[in-house]
C-alpha cells in the first residue's frame, strides 16, 4: 500500500514571498502520478500541479513548480511571489498507474497561510 | 463548462437513520470517485463509479454503497449512521479513459448528532 506524508501541519509566508511545502511518500511502483491539490476555506478541492513519475522534467504551472526526487520518493511544492488567495489546505496526492488500481491517496494536508 | 456539483452542501441526521447524497461530475466527464474528509484529514477514498458499475472499493464497510445512473450522475448512500461518519463527503469526476486527473466538487458536510 502507498503512503503520504505530508510533516508540515502548518506554515506561514509573507505576501509576495516564495514558500516550499513538502511531501514524501512510500512506494514500489514506479508508474504513478503525483498531485497537488489546494483546499481553501470554501471546501472545493482545485488540481493545483501533477507530475509524471516518468518524467524527470519538474512540472510547472504559473507561480507553482514542484521539486520531483523519485529516488527520494520526495514531491515538493513551491509557490512563488505568494498571494493572500494561495491561503488554504494544501494536500499531496499519489496515483498508482495500471491495474485495478483508481484511488487517490492523500496525505494529512498543510494549512498555508499567506500574511499581508 | 459545468464543474461537479453535490447536493445537499450540509446535511444533519441521527444516530441510524441513512442519508443519501447526489453528484453530477464535470460535464464530458463519464466516472465519479467519492471520498471522505474527516476534520484535519486528507480525503479517503470510498468507491469509484464507472459504466455503472463499482470499479474500485476503499476500506469502508457495506454499510456504504452507491450507485451511477445512466447520466453518469451518482448517489452515495450511508444506512445506520455512526457518530463516526460525520465528515466532509467529497465527489469527484474523471474520464473513465484518462482518469489522472480528478476534478473535486464542493462537498457535503454531513453532521450525525
Known amino acids: 500500500a502507498q503512503t503520504v506524508t505530508q510533516s508540515q501541519p502548518e506554515m506561514s509566508v509573507q505576501e509576495a514571498e516564495t514558500v516550499t511545502l513538502s511531501c514524501t511518500y512510500d512506494?514500489?511502483?514506479?508508474?504513478?502520478?503525483l498531485f497537488w491539490y489546494k483546499q481553501p476555506p470554501s471546501r472545493q478541492m482545485i488540481l493545483v500541479i501533477r507530475?509524471?513519475?516518468?518524467?524527470?522534467q519538474n512540472a510547472t504551472e504559473n507561480r507553482f513548480s514542484v521539486n520531483f526526487q523519485k529516488a527520494a520518493k520526495s514531491f515538493s511544492l513551491k509557490i512563488s511571489d505568494s498571494q493572500l488567495g494561495d491561503t488554504a489546505m494544501y494536500f499531496c496526492?499519489?496515483?498508482?498507474?495500471?491495474?485495478?488500481?483508481?484511488?487517490?491517496?492523500f496525505g494529512k494536508g498543510t494549512l498555508l497561510t499567506v500574511n499581508p | 463548462d459545468a464543474g461537479v456539483t453535490q447536493s445537499p452542501t450540509h446535511l444533519i441526521k441521527t444516530r441510524g437513520q441513512q442519508v443519501t447524497l447526489r453528484c453530477s461530475p464535470k460535464?464530458?466527464?463519464?466516472?465519479v470517485s467519492w471520498y471522505q474528509q474527516a476534520l484535519g484529514q486528507g480525503p479517503q477514498f470510498i468507491f469509484q463509479?464507472?459504466?455503472?458499475?463499482?470499479?474500485q472499493r476503499g476500506n469502508f464497510p457495506d454499510r456504504f454503497s452507491g450507485h451511477q445512473f445512466p447520466n453518469y450522475s451518482s448517489e452515495l448512500n450511508v444506512n445506520a449512521l455512526l457518530l463516526g461518519d460525520s465528515a466532509l463527503y467529497l465527489c469527484?469526476?474523471?474520464?473513465?479513459?484518462?482518469?489522472?486527473?480528478?476534478?473535486f466538487g464542493p462537498g457535503t458536510r454531513l453532521t450525525v448528532t
Open positions: 469527484a469526476s474523471s474520464l473513465g479513459q484518462g482518469i489522472y486527473e480528478q476534478y
Open positions: 512506494t514500489s511502483e514506479n508508474n504513478y502520478y
Open positions: 507530475q509524471e513519475a516518468y518524467k524527470q
Open positions: 496526492a499519489f496515483l498508482k498507474l495500471g491495474g485495478s488500481n483508481y484511488k487517490l491517496t
Open positions: 460535464s464530458g466527464h463519464d466516472t
Open positions: 463509479y464507472y459504466e455503472e458499475e463499482e470499479r
